[in-house]
Nanobody, 113 residues
Framework: QVQLVESGGGLVQPGGSLRLSCAAS??????MGWYRQAPGKQRELVAS???????NYANSVKGRFTISRDNAKNTVYLQMNSLKPEDTAVYYC?????????WGQGTQVTVSS
């Protein structure tokens, strides 16, 4: 049984920081990452990392967000700095094994003064 448990969302002021965590159980994943979905918009990739630590970022978060992975703990992190109101969304953890994609339950990130 694969489970992805997310934590770390919340309310933060513009310019602030948050760190999201996603702990995976059940298997070792080829790729893990974070997606987000704002109201009225499609879900979009934020960042991803492979088992060999190759990373990929959306242009909108490059230089502000950092994804990292602890293979021993099967956990992926998203450090979000210099947050903007447009970063407000539900953030979903994502993990891939072969052709199968798993999703976390989502965690709300709200950037507002």
């Amino acid at each position: 049984q694969v489970q992805l448990v997310e934590s770390g969302g919340g309310l933060v002021q513009p310019g602030g920081s948050l760190r999201l965590s996603c702990a995976a159980s059940g298997s070792i994943f080829r790729s893990m990452g974070w997606y987000r979905q704002a109201p009225g918009k499609q879900r979009e990739l934020v960042a991803s990392v492979t088992g060999s630590s190759t990373t990929n970022y959306a242009n909108s978060v490059k230089g502000r967000f950092t994804i990292s992975r602890d293979n021993a703990k099967n956990t992926v992190y998203l450090q979000m700095n210099s947050l903007k109101p447009e970063d407000t969304a539900v953030y979903y953890c994502n993990a891939v094994i072969g052709l199968t994609v798993y999703w976390g339950q989502g965690t709300q990130v709200t950037v507002s003064s």
